[in-house]
T-cell receptor, first 115, second 113 residues
Framework: GPKVLQIPSHQIIDMGQMVTLNCDPVSNHLYFYWYKQILGQQMEFLVNFYNGKVMEKSKLFKDQFSVERPDGSYFTLKIQPTALEDSAVYFC?????????????FGPGTRLTVL | GDSVTQTEGQVALSEEDFLTIHCNYSASGYPTLFWYVQYPGEGPQLLFRASRDKEKGSSRGFEATYDKGTTSFHLRKASVQESDSAVYYCALSDRTNAYKVIFGKGTHLHVLP
């Protein structure tokens, strides 16, 4: 089936540094999402993105977070500066359209550890 | 806000046992309900969905029936196999939440040979 790729699979950085998580979505998909899963907790929605703009973001999407997809390349999540509580697995997803009938395809996640 | 509750965090069964994982939801609208499965090193993948009361979703021998009265969508399989070992997530999505997927905490299923 369609695959979403995420790079890197693991990232370890020091608190206060900047990090960029990369997502290669399914090729003809137009809607992109980030979800965050802290160890032992449920996966939670961060943000969705369409046509170059953030459509909706949750309260977890702090001011230090930003997303973009320049020129149809990777869909990225940037955190600047990072904090200890940003340690989690971040999942990217994409879908062809918006709606519960349109499956969101998830990547394998990037495990971020902030020291 | 909308939420999904899975009561079992871990389930350990032997091959050919019957599986039930309980899922209850709370939603202000009329959500679509999902079961996702996640294997080690992979992201969640859709197992099946149901959009209407009394609708049954099914795939690979797994099934669940949308029950609006009890706000439940319990996952069942008559005879599990070792290859079914994975994490199972119940989830919902609806227009009132801009179609973001709201997940339960997940149930880790271990099937012993």
């Amino acid at each position: 089936g369609p695959k979403v790729l995420q790079i890197p699979s693991h990232q370890i950085i020091d608190m206060g540094q900047m990090v960029t998580l990369n997502c290669d979505p399914v090729s003809n998909h137009l809607y992109f999402y980030w979800y965050k899963q802290i160890l032992g907790q449920q996966m939670e929605f961060l943000v969705n993105f369409y046509n170059g703009k953030v459509m909706e973001k949750s309260k977890l999407f702090k001011d230090q977070f930003s997303v973009e997809r320049p020129d149809g390349s990777y869909f990225t999540l940037k955190i600047q500066p990072t904090a200890l509580e940003d340690s989690a697995v971040y999942f990217c997803a994409s879908s062809s359209r918006l709606g519960a009938s349109y499956e969101q395809y998830f990547g394998p996640g990037t495990r971020l550890t902030v020291l | 806000g909308d939420s999904v509750t899975q009561t079992e965090g871990q389930v350990a069964l032997s091959e050919e046992d019957f599986l039930t994982i309980h899922c209850n939801y709370s939603a202000s609208g009329y959500p679509t309900l999902f079961w996702y499965v996640q294997y080690p090193g992979e992201g969640p993948q859709l197992l099946f969905r149901a959009s209407r009361d009394k609708e049954k979703g099914s795939s690979r021998g797994f099934e669940a029936t949308y029950d609006k009265g009890t706000t439940s969508f319990h996952l069942r399989k008559a005879s599990v196999q070792e290859s079914d070992s994975a994490v199972y997530y119940c989830a919902l999505s609806d227009r009132t939440n801009a179609y973001k997927v709201i997940f339960g905490k997940g149930t880790h299923l271990h099937v012993l040979p």
